[in-house]
């Protein structure tokens, strides 16, 4: 099995308060999305899994029209296609694993994180 390791994994900057590192496996993408306070992953869906675990921060998670703060250690499910949104309260490191890969995210057809 390959060995990652996240200080060797390329920092996508997004907009100027989102990055991102991904890896993509056959199955599914994982990605570290460093959040700056402020920042807004707006409101979208997708037809893929997705458990978020924050490792720093604070982030205002609203899955369809509910908010919830998650903190260090949290752990957030999405279902596929459940709309969702994420504002950082603090600045904010998270991991998100989805399952399966996201092809969007391999194409660079992510326009709602680019704005």
């Not at 959040?35 to 899955?63: C, D, I, M, W, Y």
């Not at 596929?80 to 991991?95: F, G, I, K, N």
């Amino acid at each position: 099995m390959p060995l990652h390791r996240w200080d060797e994994v390329p920092l996508e900057q997004l907009n100027p308060l989102c990055a991102r590192q991904c890896l993509h496996t056959e199955k599914m993408t994982v990605a570290r999305v460093h959040l700056k306070k402020g920042a807004v992953v707006p409101r979208h869906s997708h037809a893929n899994e997705q458990v978020t675990l924050v490792e720093r921060g604070r982030l205002r998670f609203t899955l369809r029209d509910e908010p919830t703060v998650l903190a260090p250690g949290d752990i957030m499910l999405t279902p596929p296609e459940a709309p969702h949104m994420v504002e950082a309260l603090e600045d904010s490191l998270a991991t998100d694993l989805f399952a399966p890969v996201r092809e969007d995210w391999r194409r660079g057809d992510d326009a709602y994180l680019r704005g």
